[in-house]
């Protein structure tokens, strides 16, 4: 239910900013018609509202996901077992540095 949440919102935003984008170059000078190139105007009108789509159906939904993971089950291990969980938030900001520095080395 979460993802399809996410999803029909990014379709409704980037469906809101094709309008709003297309309404904006239609409402350029006639000079500026002559500096671009009809084609590079809609392939940039389609892979900015694909970036925007993207980054809120899936990279939001995943961003939730995953803090909302992370702070269940903190809650549970402080549940659970205090001395063991505060050994975990002793560790996390070495854990969070390690896995940004393997996606900084990976992605390079």
Do not use: C, N
């Not at 940039?44 to 995943?62: D, F, H, M, N, P």
Request: charged letters at 15%; aromatic letters at 14%; a neutral charge.
């Amino acid at each position: 239910i979460g993802d399809s949440g996410f999803r029909t919102s990014g379709l409704r935003q980037s469906a809101m900013w094709r309008k709003h984008y297309l309404k904006a170059i239609l409402g350029q000078d006639i000079g500026w018609y002559d500096t671009s190139s009809p084609s590079e105007l809609s392939s940039r009108i389609a892979e900015l509202t694909q970036q925007v789509e993207e980054g809120i159906s899936a990279k939001l939904s995943s961003l939730f996901k995953s803090a909302f993971q992370g702070i269940f089950g903190l809650a549970l291990a402080f549940w659970y077992s205090w001395d063991v969980a505060l050994v975990l938030v002793a560790l996390s900001p070495i854990v969070m540095f390690a896995t940004w520095f393997m996606s900084k080395v990976t992605t390079e």
